[in-house]
């Protein structure tokens, strides 16, 4: 079982603290692309969290259920007009079971790398295999590693750097292993978080989603189906159950 790195102190303020993914310009073209896949088909989020992405798709009459493994983060999303109408399971994503069959499955915001191990990164794959109807949608929304460049004796990389908030992340190539460090201004006091990770290449993905009897249908740069290309940070990602 993963560790669970999102309790009460993480929860509580994780809306706030990733306010710019619930800006309309950033969740609506998430929304709409994962709606066109559904289809009207029941769908399941893995590591729903608070509802960033649920709660609009479920808006619009999609029947949504979820797996989460901070039980702090579901309370988030049952305060939520429309949160206690979602079913979530309580449980790590690479093996715990929902009842019923998905046209749609989805993993959003680089969660596939909270599963910090190659197997149970596999096992995710096998697990929503086992989740989706004939010809099902998987897709993940993950960043491309960005690893290029990095010196052997300073492995990290800054990724925001403001008057509130900074960011960084440590690499081990090694390992293929990261910890994203953030740090967050609360009025004159600072306070810390961090979150291990594994990274994962898009060519490694394709070979998890063979082994679990998917094909890729689909990469995109990004929500709105710009290119992927070798300039991309990030990709959508689309595998269908075989």
């Not at 493994?69 to 109408?85: E, F, I, N, T, W």
Request: negative net charge.
């Amino acid at each position: 079982m993963p560790t669970d790195h999102f309790g009460e102190d993480v929860a509580s303020r994780y809306d706030e603290d990733e306010a710019a993914m619930f800006a309309a310009s950033a969740l609506e073209p998430a929304v709409d692309f994962l709606a066109e896949l559904a289809a009207g088909r029941p769908v399941l989020e893995l590591g729903i969290g608070t509802g960033r992405v649920a709660l609009p798709l479920h808006s619009r009459g999609i029947a949504v259920s979820g797996i989460d493994l901070s039980a702090a983060m579901v309370d988030q999303l049952r305060a939520k007009p429309g949160g206690d109408d979602i079913p979530v399971v309580i449980g790590d994503f690479a093996t715990a079971t929902v009842d019923g069959e998905f046209g749609l499955a989805y993993l959003v915001f680089n969660t596939i790398g909270n599963l910090t191990s190659q197997p149970e990164q596999v096992a995710c794959f096998r697990n929503v295999a086992r989740h989706l109807v004939p010809a099902g949608r998987f897709v993940i929304e993950v960043g491309v590693p960005d690893v290029r460049g990095l010196a052997a004796d300073e492995p990290a990389r800054f990724d925001d750097i403001s008057d509130d908030h900074v960011g960084f992340d440590e690499y081990d190539v090694v390992t293929q292993s990261l910890v994203s460090h953030h740090f967050y201004r609360d009025g004159d006091t600072w306070r810390r978080g961090f979150t291990p990770l594994r990274y994962v290449w898009p060519s490694e993905l394709d070979l998890m989603a063979q082994l679990a009897d998917m094909s890729l249908v689909e990469r995109w740069g990004d929500w709105d189906r710009s290119a992927y290309d070798a300039n991309s940070v990030k990709h959508v990602s689309v595998w269908q159950k075989d």
